[in-house]
Structures are given as structure tokens and as C-alpha cells.
């Protein structure tokens, strides 16, 4: 890889612990321990039950919130505040530049999970007084969470190479929305005939199928996915996110910096 | 070898919403700046001055033309390890602090570990900004970002730098604090091409300029020949307050400045007027050949392109 990109993520991944986007992490931290008391106090053999899919559930929208809001003005806000004049004026082609930005918010967003990751297991702990082998299924879940924000992110990524920040956050969480709900989707799409059929079945595979990615309920439930599913998804998550940042990088390449 | 060729570059941008329509930015530009000198690109606002500078630096595509800088494709990458850039009003990451930006600046620019530190704080001192250069962008005023705008701009020793308008912010002596600056990079061997619209700047400091106006360029070539033409009459100062008759009636216009009087006459009149200040005991201080300013060439030119554009609508 080269050093430039390197370089640019580890700026961008420095943006955002300065702009104090962890802070997250604290409110995080507040909810899980909230809710793990409670839960504690309140309900009988379905603690682990609540704190993992409450735990996972928060991972994931405090992900998906992180990844859009600031995978939005990734690009947009550089042009805006022409900060991008003087990186390009540099030996940095704008492929290296979009390409490091894009790592340096889903390394931001790998390290907040990895410490969100650390509450939901602390949270588990003081319910369940221990760990069960079943446990383990979560850090399965919270690999596809991760594979869901390198989507989200490369999507944000894309929509802010040519739009503004408002139009780019419209885009990106409208696609997390319909993507989220991918497979009913297909079910729909099943269901209907002519060329209704064609533009559901084309609009459910065009969209990112974050549904496939969603296993939290599963692993509450101890029940893992299975390894076939595991490599189908990181071999999905990657081919999208590789698309939609080609797509970014194809619009970027060709914009002009006015 | 020429340090920037500008080969018929220009640039017209599609603008409105529904009824796109075409705006020419810049006419095709034919330009060449030579290696090791001061150039100067002058014009007013709008002239299209930012348009050639960002398309030298690969921010904006030409409609068409080309451009060799340092021998080699203007879109060439590593060409870019050897030019620094100053935008107009420059911002920069304000979560960095002076040091940490051009830490950056310099990783991107290719500068090896060893000599990055070393560079930094010497290009830091070099701008005066040493004091405070552990202190956040954000807090900075517009004439620290301008400085440390120049410090990016020199960081890795470029042997071209473009500025845009690089005395825009800075106070009377910032100024004379940039043009020292532009001088030692001159005698360093390197090649400073600056926009501006400060004429007394460029006057000072160009060996070269050239003045482009609404996307055309109206002019180019030495300061020294744009300003050394001779308009038929001399200037003459002399000590005092006093203005003779006898001079007046020489046809001089005098101006009283202070402690001396300036007057403007024909050529032909000047052993006369000085000996109607021999006859009245006057002190003479100098007597000069009137020549243009940049300032008449560079108004004359604006007005020569404004008469060709209303004769051709």
C-alpha cells in the first residue's frame, strides 16, 4: 500500500478522535450499564438475552450514525474548506486520497467497536457472573458489524464525491434503511409479475443486503451462522465496498475543484 | 530549460441549472516562465488568474491545451514533489497544531523521517511562526494561516513555487516580510510564479509579469521594458516650497510634496527649467526621464481590452 494513503488515514482517524467523535463511547458505556442494572433487577433468565441484543443493537446504530455523519464530509467538506488544495497540489493521486480517507474512518469506526465490544462483554459478565462457549458467536456478529460499516462507509464515500453533505446523509441512510430490509425485498419482488417484477428484483440485488449481515438475534439465541455464510458475506461486504468505492473514486477523479 | 510552458490551456465552464450555457474562463493561454525568475501574473479580480493556477496544479481539467512544468507533463505525480503551492486564503486541518500540519505536509510531500523534523522547524522559523507552533490551526489569525500557508508552500524545498495572491491578509509588515522571502527563494536558484492584484508588489519584486484580463492575456515581458518607455518628458525635484513663475511658464505641473516640489515638463524644456532654478538660487535634487509605471501599463492594457470587447459586441 502506499505510504500516502497510509498517511491520509491515520489524519483522518486523528480528525476524528480530535473532533471527539468517541465520545460515543461514553454515552455507550451509560446506556449498556443502565440497561444491564435494570435488567439485572427486573427480568429472570433473559438477561443475556436483553444485553446482547441491546449491546449489539447500540454497536450497530452508533456505527451506522458515525460512519454516515462523518463519511459524508469526508470529501464534500475538504472541497468546501478547500483544505484538499493543498493534499492534491502534493505528489497524491485522488484515488490514494479517497482510498485513505476511507481507511481512516473504518479504522475510527473498527477501534470504536472494538472498545463498544468490551462493554458488551462487561455488561454480559455482570449478568451472567461468567462466559459461556456460546459467547463467542458475539464477536461473529460483531464482524458482520464491522463488514456493514465498511459498506456504509464506501456508500458515504461515494454520495459525497459529487453531492452535499445533506443530499449524501439522505442517500446513505435511505440505502441503510432499504438495504436493511434487503431480503423482504426479494420476497416482495417474488411476489409480483411484469415490470414491477424486474425493477424489485434489480433494486433488491442493487442495494447493499444488510439483512444478511444482521445475525444479533441469531447469537442472542445462540445460534451462530455458519461458516459457509460467514466467508459469503466477507466476500460480499468486500466486492460492495470495493464497488462503491471505485464508483467514488471514478466521480472524483473526473470532478473539478472549483 | 523553461520552468513553466503554458501551451494553449484553457477553460470554459457550463453554468446555470436547467439552460446550461457555456462561460469561457480562460482563452487559450500561451505562456512560458523561465527558471529562476520572480514572475508576476497580474490581473483584477475575476481574471482568470486562480483558474490557470489551479489548472497548472491539477485541481481544476483544461477544456483544452496543455502545460510542461519542469520539463516534464503538468499531470505528471512526481512533478508535483518539486512545486509548492499557496491558495488564495488558505485554510488548512484546525485541529492540527503549525507543527503537526507540516509534519503531515511533509509525510504527503515525500520528505524522509530523518529530515522531516529538521525541515519543519526551519521553515516554521523561517515564517515567524516558531513561537506558536504548538498551537492549534483554529486559533491562528488570518495573517498566522497565511504564513503558514507559505511555510507548506516551501516545506519540501520545491524548486517552482506557485502563491495565489500571497500578501492577501498579511499587514504592512507581513508583507515586506514575503517579498524578503520571494527575494531569498530567487537567490536560491528557485522559480516563484505569484498572482496578484497589488501592482507596487509586483513592481518590487517581478523580473517578469504577465496581465491577463476576463480569461485573455493582454500582456507580457520584463518589468524593466514594460515601464522604460520614455513619454516625451522629465521630472524634476527640487528642494523648497517655492514654485517659480518662470517655471510655470515652461509648462511644468507641480506638485508640492512636504519639503520639495515635484514637476512634470516637456523634454525639450529641461535645460530651461534648469536654469530658471539656478536664477532663483533653488536647490535641485534629481531630474529623471518620465517613464510608464506598471500601474499606467497595466490600466492601459484594461482599457485597451475593454474598448476591443465593446467594438466587438
Given amino acids: ?258 | 530549460m523553461a520552468a513553466i510552458e503554458i501551451l494553449g490551456l484553457e477553460k470554459t465552464y457550463m453554468v446555470g441549472f436547467w439552460r446550461k450555457r457555456p462561460k469561457r474562463a480562460l482563452q487559450p493561454l500561451h505562456l512560458t516562465v523561465e527558471e529562476g525568475e520572480i514572475f508576476g501574473f497580474l490581473g483584477p479580480n475575476g481574471a482568470g488568474k486562480t483558474t490557470t493556477l489551479k489548472i497548472l496544479m491539477g485541481l481544476v481539467f483544461p477544456t483544452a491545451g496543455t502545460a510542461r512544468i519542469l520539463g516534464r507533463e503538468w499531470t505528471d505525480p512526481e512533478v508535483k514533489a518539486q512545486i509548492g503551492f499557496l491558495p488564495e486564503q488558505p485554510y488548512f486541518y484546525d485541529y492540527l497544531t503549525a507543527h503537526e500540519l507540516l509534519d503531515y505536509y511533509g509525510q504527503l510531500s515525500g520528505v524522509p523521517g530523518k529530515d522531516r523534523k529538521h525541515r519543519v522547524d526551519e521553515v516554521l522559523e523561517r515564517v515567524g511562526l516558531t513561537d506558536i507552533k504548538g498551537v492549534q490551526l483554529r486559533k491562528f489569525s488570518k495573517g498566522m494561516l497565511q504564513r503558514t500557508g507559505i511555510a507548506q508552500a516551501i516545506l519540501h524545498s520545491p524548486k517552482l513555487v506557485f502563491f495565489d495572491e500571497p500578501m492577501s491578509g498579511l499587514d504592512p509588515l507581513g508583507r515586506r516580510e514575503v517579498r524578503d522571502l520571494m527575494e531569498q527563494l530567487k537567490h536560491e536558484g528557485k522559480t516563484v510564479f505569484f498572482s496578484t492584484h497589488i501592482l507596487s508588489d509586483a513592481e518590487a519584486l517581478c523580473d517578469r509579469v504577465a496581465i491577463i484580463n476576463k480569461g485573455e492575456l493582454r500582456g507580457v515581458g520584463a518589468v524593466e521594458d514594460l515601464t522604460s518607455t520614455v513619454q516625451g518628458k522629465v521630472e524634476v525635484i527640487w528642494q523648497g516650497t517655492q514654485v517659480p513663475s518662470s517655471m510655470r511658464a515652461l509648462g511644468a505641473e507641480c506638485h508640492v510634496t512636504g519639503d520639495t516640489v515635484r514637476a512634470v515638463l516637456p523634454e525639450n524644456q529641461q535645460d530651461a527649467a534648469i536654469d530658471a532654478l539656478r536664477r532663483e538660487r533653488i536647490r535641485l535634487i534629481a531630474i529623471t526621464p518620465l517613464r510608464t509605471s506598471l500601474e499606467a501599463y497595466f490600466v492601459e492594457k484594461l482599457q485597451h481590452s475593454q474598448t476591443t470587447a465593446g467594438k466587438t459586441s
Fill in chain 1, 1 to 258: 500500500m502506499s505510504p500516502r494513503i497510509l498517511h491520509i488515514a491515520r489524519n483522518t482517524f486523528r480528525e476524528a478522535v480530535r473532533d471527539r467523535v468517541l465520545y460515543n463511547l461514553i454515552a455507550f458505556t451509560l446506556l449498556l450499564s443502565g440497561a444491564a442494572i435494570l435488567v439485572g433487577q427486573i427480568s429472570f433468565d433473559i438477561e443475556r438475552l436483553v444485553v446482547i441484543n441491546l449491546g449489539l443493537t447500540a454497536v450497530s446504530m452508533f456505527g451506522v450514525v458515525i460512519a454516515i455523519f462523518i463519511g459524508i464530509g469526508l470529501v464534500s467538506k475538504e472541497i468546501e474548506k478547500r483544505t484538499l488544495y493543498t493534499v492534491l497540489s502534493r505528489p497524491v493521486r485522488r484515488w490514494e486520497f479517497i482510498v485513505g480517507k476511507f481507511f481512516g474512518l473504518a479504522g475510527t469506526l473498527v477501534v470504536n467497536t472494538f472498545c463498544m465490544a468490551i462493554g458488551v462483554f462487561g455488561a454480559l459478565f455482570y449478568v451472567a457472573h461468567k462466559f459461556t462457549r456460546p459467547d463467542a458467536l458475539i464477536l461473529v456478529a460483531l464482524y458482520f458489524i464491522v463488514l456493514e460499516f465498511l459498506i456504509i462507509c464506501s456508500l458515504a464515500l461515494l454520495f459525497s464525491s459529487f453531492s452535499s453533505p445533506l443530499l449524501s446523509a439522505v442517500f446513505a441512510f435511505s440505502l441503510f434503511v432499504i438495504g436493511s430490509f434487503a431480503d423482504d425485498l426479494r420476497g416482495f419482488a417474488g411476489l409480483t409479475h411484469g415490470f414491477t417484477r424486474w425493477f424489485a428484483t434489480g433494486a433488491a440485488y442493487l442495494v447493499p443486503n444488510f439483512s444478511a449481515l444482521n445475525v444479533i438475534t441469531a447469537v442472542a439465541h445462540e445460534q451462530g451462522p455458519s461458516p459457509q455464510l460467514i466467508l459469503q458475506n466477507t466476500l460480499y461486504a468486500l466486492f460492495y465496498t470495493a464497488m462503491a468505492l471505485s464508483g467514488a473514486v471514478l466521480i472524483f477523479e473526473r470532478r473539478n475543484l472549483k
